[in-house]
């Protein structure tokens, strides 16, 4: 049907659908003369210079055609095995029969998923049935059945999880999130172009955690800028990133956003940083801790639900005590600075010694009539306290071990780990960094040499969003489920103090029944006009030991045709159309598997 309407807008200045749209659609090269073939056997114009009338291309004539071109023989074998060969249609027991027996998992829940009874396999005969005579007798012809398997309502997976279905009332550590890595870049790491779109494109995509690398302006204005430092790349003004980030930030998602810095600005800069976060984030912005969550130890990270259509800032912050005396001298207009050497984002190595010079930094508040500027020096961390103050719930500190952070008990306080640090601490330490995560947020970031912006396989995780590879398509898919709002609910056995769970460990997990999942592929449709070896490959990712790669038929180049990522635990039993998926995650046409 969507494919219908596409097809029925890319009209020509007439009005009129051209009849090659049509056959692109289906086909290119010599498989062409198909398509014109049954145009011509189906009473419409069948020239590649014609057009057919708009009123004329019905969805039933697109429909017919669909079919005329690939035939289900598939599905016409199944047909035969469902009525035993005995009937043109399939009665209303054979179907009731067949529901239950082959398109649903003996597993559920009867009270959540109850068995399909005469009423529910009459009400999709009547919706999937063309054939008054059929339907009148409750029966189901091949046609319908087809209909049927290929509608939305026998889909690979449970509608209702695509939809929000999860708790999110949870601590925000209880939670995977959908997090991007030097979220600026649009190629690679070195040399690549920052872009401003970039940000719109993976806030809209789904992803709830963005980082900006900070970097000192240059120029008259010095107006702050976003760019990979001392890697060639081109560079974007921090504020119309900010600008995006409001506009974006809550479209596909209302749940919460973080702003990872990596902030190399000075002091002087920091000041415009701030600036600019408040005034265009404006109530966007969490600036204060929520009252029922205070920054103490032991008390909880809020959930996603308390923070909805907030942004909130991870960068470093000075203390407490600190942050509290620059923040009055800052406010008073009395704030006074050494400002220290400044970083540049271009340059190879760091310049050289100079003399550094007293900046004073002006509230805009701040009087004619204010006092003289006192000079404080009890900054333990180079952070302007006006951004310090910003600082709450993603609080970044050094990672020390394990053991430590379980005895500060923070909760707000979260570290960054390289890529292999992150695998290695998984291998030696897992159980404690499952229980570190079920207190607070960690984020894994790609190792310094993936230059190419290749990913790893994910698992906070940030990742190259501007890079279409497995492990992007794995987290697509995954956080396509809970409405793509960016946040799914950990495991039980991953949130709750009283669970262990070690993922190398081939013992059965803790509170988990062991499934089994058997996929057969019976047919492909319209997966490639041209004579070339297709091959299908299933592959199933989780723990190590569930990690499984099946193949089917010979592989020549591997070029991609199709990818489609599900999620296991909302995959549907049964006879299923799986629409395949670009590289980038994006629907395809035809092309499907049964």
């Known amino acids: ?17 051209p009849v090659k749209v049509v056959a692109r659609t289906f086909a290119s090269g010599k498989t062409e003369k198909l398509v014109y073939q049954c145009l011509s056997d189906m009473g419409l114009p069948s020239g590649k210079n014609e057009a057919m009338e708009k009123e004329a ?19 016409e074998e199944l047909f035969r095995t469902v009525t035993q060969g005995k009937s043109d249609k399939i009665n209303l027991e054979q179907f009731v029969n067949f529901l239950n027996e082959k398109q649903r998992d003996p597993r559920l829940n009867e009270i959540l998923y109850p068995l399909y009874d005469d009423k529910r396999a009459v009400e999709i005969i009547d919706t999937y049935e063309q054939d008054d005579e059929a339907k009148a007798a409750k029966c189901l012809t091949k046609d319908g059945l087809i209909r049927y398997l290929m509608s939305d309502e026998n889909a690979p997976v449970f509608l209702d999880r695509l939809d ?4 999110m009332d949870q601590p925000l550590a209880h939670y995977y999130i959908n997090s991007s890595h030097n979220t600026y870049l649009s190629g690679r790491q070195f040399g690549g172009k920052s872009s401003v779109e970039m940000y719109r494109q993976v806030l809209l995509a789904g992803c709830r955690c963005v980082e900006l690398d900070c970097w000192d302006g240059k120029g008259e204005d010095e107006e ?18 900010i600008y995006a980030l409001r506009d974006t930030a809550f479209v596909t998602s209302d749940y919460p956003v973080i702003l990872s810095f990596e902030n190399h600005c000075c002091i002087t800069q920091q000041y415009k940083l701030a600036k600019y976060c408040d005034e265009i984030l404006g109530d966007l912005l969490l600036k204060e801790p929520l009252p029922e969550h205070p920054l103490e130890p032991g008390v909880p990270l809020p959930p996603p ?26 406010r008073q207009g009395q704030f006074v600075v050494e400002d220290e050497v400044k970083e540049d984002a271009s340059a190879v190595a760091l310049p050289g010694d100079k003399k550094p010079e007293e900046i004073v930094v002006e509230a805009a508040a701040a009087g004619d009539d204010a006092p003289p500027p006192v000079q404080y020096t009890g900054s333990t961390t180079n952070v302007h306290p006006w951004l310090s103050s910003m600082v709450n719930y993603a609080q970044p500190i050094k990672f020390q071990s394990f053991e430590e952070a379980e005895k500060k008990n923070i909760y707000h306080n979260m570290s960054s780990f390289a890529e292999t640090t992150g695998m290695n601490y998984l291998k030696s330490q897992a159980i404690d960094f499952v229980n570190y995560n079920k207190r607070q947020m960690s984020r894994i970031y790609p190792k310094g040499t993936r230059a190419d912006s290749s990913n790893y396989m994910p698992q906070m ?8 590879d497995l492990p992007m398509q794995l987290n697509q898919g995954k956080f396509e489920y809970n409405g793509n709002c960016g946040y799914l609910l950990k495991p039980d056995f991953m949130r709750r103090a009283d669970r262990s769970f070690d993922p190398f460990a081939d013992a059965p997990v803790d509170g988990v029944i062991a499934a089994q999942c058997a996929v057969q592929v019976i047919a492909g449709q319209f997966l490639s006009d041209k004579k070339v070896g297709t091959y299908v490959e299933v592959d199933m990712y989780g723990l190590p030991s569930d990690t499984i790669r099946k193949e089917f038929r010979t592989r020549m180049n591997g070029k991609l045709l199709g990818q489609r990522i599900l999620p296991l635990d909302g995959l549907q039993a049964g006879y299923r159309h799986i629409s ?13 598997l049964f």
């Open 461 to 468: 995780v940030s990742l190259n969003f501007q890079t279409s």
């Open 305 to 330: 639900s308390a923070l909805k259509r907030k942004i909130m800032i991870k960068n470093k912050r000075l203390k407490p005590d600190v942050e509290k005396q620059e923040l009055e001298l800052f």
């Open 57 to 75: 291309f019905t969805f039933d004539k697109f429909y017919a055609l669909y079919h005329k071109i690939c035939p289900r023989n598939d599905i």
């Open 224 to 241: 702050p800028i976003i760019t990979h430092g001392m890697a060639m790349c081109t560079d974007i003004l921090f504020k119309d990133v």
């Open 580 to 592: 395949l998926r670009t590289e980038a995650n994006f629907p395809m046409s035809l092309p499907m």
């Open 1 to 17: 049907m969507k494919h219908w309407m596409r097809l029925s807008f890319l009209t020509d200045p007439k009005g009129k659908v």
């Open 164 to 167: 929000f279905y999860m708790e």
